[in-house]
């Protein structure tokens, strides 16, 4: 019946279920005097109760003073009371389907209490008088409070977590309608947390109905979870009721003894006179304030008296307010990446004031992003749908998230970005790319920006490797081009093989658009499948021993100036080479010096100013990702420095400037005037054979169209990457081809009309491929099958290497016999003796 606890410790382990299904059944159950009691149960068990108050009589209760402490684990429910008074301190109740169960119960005070894996509901109180919960942390509960009948109740310092599965409400309190001084009721420093939601249930954090009293107060921390926004209802109501004239009477006396403040209640008569006197002969007493309230009843008012019909009843009435916080999912177009905090206050004058309203700046809306980026992102609750082309990071902006537009397209993939908590995905960039860089601009630790696309990454190899590839590249090709330049008149063979070159170097610029375009990424990953490697696939750039990336060698970002001096260095290098040769040649009179050195300076020249013009044509290209949320001006940065915004940067805008100035002084300029002062010279073939042999008397300067033509187009790859802006690439190529082939075909420079023929062609074909590449990269409406398209393209091009690798082997065939019949009539014509 009784147990009492002073000073004194039980703890009870392992207790696994019985008949009747509890272990502790008492009426009576008080501790004091840091008295501690632990109930460790072994969970699973239906219905199984730690405590239980049970008795005939109506004296339940169990108390604890300030100092005591409980413990209550793995139990299918706390304590069971279906009356009495419940006290708990210190308490710590852990693993419970319900914690505290009172069906019919006088009062719940529960304070410093622990509670944490509830997994139905907390607190139970269904016709409670009174409740006060205070310093109360609750950790994953299914619901926090259920009470209902509730005379007087206090919420202080309250903090739950609830992941409630329905539209149960994490805190539902109502109060018993009272019409005579109902006690304030407070909500102070409660905050409460959603921890699930999805698009068919809304969690209810909150749901109070309690009359307006004086002293009433709220306030509530709500949050609710990413993927969610809060909403606020709240209604009010009159409610009605018909009273005897004695209860009347009672109210009226309470009234003339209120404070001076003004009275409680209002009262209006509509036979004044009449009813003083009636009040007067029938109760012996005078009731002096009914004079002063002749006034209409006022249904704000708590109570209020209307004494409409005075001799026979009267009408009592009180207002009562709901309000209802729930967390509902953010509708499609809409996301929320982290809780929201929302913040309710309020009063016995209004409470929260708002009536059924979606509170402003919950979830926010996805589009925005088209204005900024040009694309729009799949947005929903709590997950983002990024398309291919934009990456998303978290942003100190109003959106949440901020959305790039990738200067490469490849190296955002796009995908869900679900977000959990304040965690986003792991990877927002392809291998090899940078996650943190915005619009993934940047290529991640051991990998390398390509040299003339400064937004393709390619891994790593050895730096030895690397080194000596960089030193030894414009090695063969350079001396290739002065053993050329010795010959005083071109061979056909040579010709052809400038030909061929050209086309080759055509070739890699086609292929590297074609991969840029949808049909390529979607027959590689087609294939890919259909070989089974899909797993097998390596990162972006795969293993390799060599990197044709100068940012590998440098071991980091290398700067535009590394760049300009790279180019600066080789051509400094071989020309002291070139200066050693020549002092070498004349020392051994072998050669005069003004022809060599001419020779050899003009081959550097054409070698080296495409290059180094290019390297200081890296400060003039910018590119942008993103709108300005403010004015909506694009926000513009470097192409080669993307961290740097664009024309702010030392060397700009003098860099291209003097570039485009030494590549017409030393090139175009210095070439022609070469051409035009040659014409005085007795042996000027011997000088500027590698300039005018093989061309025309009128097309002498046709080599500088040549070296133009170069020039631009290594330029069109410096301003207009190739996975940047590959649209514009295509279609600055086809105007320089263009202007080639019309220039070519007006002015037929070379004297072989077979080289002009060969040349023609070339041309011709190239600019075929250029349209069809074109309509490869746009995204039109129609249903042309674009698969045959690129198999066309693909073809013709390998058509076109076997033709030139056909007219390259009959030449070199050709070759032994007409040099053959050149000596025979050599010797012919030699007279005899």
């Not at 108390?63 to 210190?90: A, E, K, W, Y």
Request: contains cysteine.
């Amino acid at each position: 019946e009784k147990v009492f606890l002073n000073s004194s410790t039980m703890k009870m382990t392992q207790i696994r279920s019985q008949v009747p299904p509890v272990a502790l059944e008492v009426s009576v159950f008080k501790m004091e005097g840091s008295s501690a009691l632990s109930l460790l149960g072994t969970g699973g068990h239906q219905g199984f109760s730690a405590i239980e108050l049970s008795s005939a009589h109506e004296n339940r209760s169990f108390d604890m003073s300030q100092d005591s402490s409980l413990v209550i684990t793995d139990f299918f429910s706390g304590i069971l009371s279906d009356g009495g008074l419940v006290r708990l301190r210190n308490a710590q109740l852990q693993r419970l389907r319900y914690a505290v169960e009172m069906p019919r119960a006088e009062g719940l005070d529960v304070a410093d209490s622990v509670l944490e894996d509830v997994s139905e509901l907390a607190f139970s109180c269904g016709s409670c008088q009174h409740l006060a919960l205070r310093r109360i942390v609750a950790r994953r509960v299914g619901a926090l409070l259920r009470a209902a009948e509730l005379k007087k109740w206090s919420l202080q310092d309250v903090q739950a977590r609830c992941s409630q599965r329905s539209q149960v409400a994490c805190v539902q309190l109502a109060s018993a309608l009272v019409f005579l001084d109902p006690e304030p009721w407070r909500l102070e420093n409660v905050s409460l947390e959603a921890e699930n939601v999805s698009s068919d249930v809304a969690p209810v954090l909150l749901d109070v109905e309690g009359p307006k009293v004086k002293g009433s107060h709220i306030t509530v921390s709500a949050t609710c979870p990413a993927g969610s926004f809060s909403f606020t209802q709240e209604s009010g109501s009159s409610i009605s009721k018909t009273a005897e004239l004695m209860a009347m009477f009672e109210i009226m006396r309470g009234a003339e003894n209120s404070p001076a403040s003004g009275p409680r209640c209002c009262a209006s008569t509509r036979t004044l006179p009449r009813t003083q006197r009636f009040l007067k002969r029938t109760f012996d007493f005078d009731f002096g304030i009914i004079p002063d309230m002749n006034i209409s009843c006022d249904p704000a008012t708590y109570p209020c008296v209307c004494t409409t019909n005075i001799c026979d009843r009267q009408i009592l009435k009180t207002s009562l307010v709901s309000t209802r916080v729930s967390c509902m999912s953010c509708p499609m177009g809409q996301y929320s990446l982290t809780p929201y905090l929302r913040t309710l206050k309020g009063d016995d004058s209004g409470l929260l004031g708002s009536s059924g309203r979606v509170l402003e700046g919950d979830c926010l809306s996805c589009t925005d992003v088209v204005t900024q980026v040009g694309k729009m992102p799949i947005c929903a609750g709590r997950s983002v749908r990024v398309p291919r082309g934009l990456m998303a990071l978290p942003g100190t902006t109003q959106h949440g998230l901020r959305f790039y537009r990738c200067p490469n397209a490849g190296a955002c993939p796009g995908g869900d970005m679900v977000v959990a908590d304040n965690l986003t995905r792991n990877q927002r960039c392809a291998g090899g790319y940078d996650d943190a860089s915005a619009g993934c601009s940047q290529c991640a630790t051991g990998y390398g920006r390509q040299n003339l696309d400064p937004f393709e990454c390619v891994r790593c190899g050895r730096w030895d490797l690397s080194l000596a590839y960089f030193l030894l590249l414009p090695v063969v090709p350079l001396l290739l081009a002065v053993r050329s330049a010795s010959q005083t008149e071109k061979e056909r063979m040579s010709m052809v093989i400038k030909v061929i070159l050209s086309f080759g170097t055509f070739l890699a610029t086609i292929q590297n658009i074609l991969e840029q375009t949808a049909i390529y990424r979607e027959l590689r990953t087609q294939l890919t499948v259909a070989l089974g490697l899909l797993e097998a696939e390596s990162e972006a750039g795969g293993a390799t021993l060599l990197s044709a990336s100068f940012d590998c060698l440098m071991g980091g970002h290398a700067s535009r100036w590394h760049f300009l001096g790279l180019q600066t260095f080789h051509f400094l290098a071989f020309l002291l080479i070139f200066l050693v040769l020549e002092i070498v040649g004349l020392l051994s009179r072998s050669e005069s010096f003004g022809a060599s050195w001419l020779r050899r300076t003009l081959v550097l020249g054409n070698a080296f100013l495409p290059q180094i013009f290019a390297s200081c044509l890296q400060w003039a290209p910018c590119f942008h990702m993103a709108k300005d949320e403010t004015d909506g001006s694009f926000e513009s940065f470097s192409v080669f420095q993307v961290t740097e915004p664009c024309g702010s940067g030392f060397g700009m805008p003098w860099m291209p400037l003097l570039g485009l100035s030494l590549f017409l002084l030393l090139g175009p300029l210095h070439w022609a005037f070469m051409v035009s002062q040659s014409r005085k010279w007795k042996n000027r073939k011997e000088y500027i054979g590698f300039l005018i042999a093989g061309y025309n008397l009128h097309c002498e300067w046709w080599e500088i169209t040549v070296l133009l033509r170069k020039t631009f187009l290594i330029g069109a790859l410096v301003v207009l990457p190739v996975s940047y802006a590959p649209i514009s690439l295509v279609i600055a190529t086809v105007l320089i081809m263009l202007a080639a082939l019309v220039g070519h075909l007006a002015m037929r420079p070379y004297v072989d009309p077979l080289m002009n023929l060969l040349e023609g062609g070339v041309l011709t074909y190239s600019m075929l491929a250029l349209i069809l590449t074109l309509y490869l990269m746009s995204e039109s409406w129609t249903n042309t099958n674009k698969t045959l398209v690129f198999f066309i393209l693909v073809g013709s091009n390998a058509v076109m290497c076997l033709l030139l690798l056909v007219v390259f082997l009959v030449i070199a065939l050709r070759r032994p016999r007409q040099e053959s019949s050149a000596r025979s009539t050599a010797t012919s014509s030699v007279p005899a003796g």
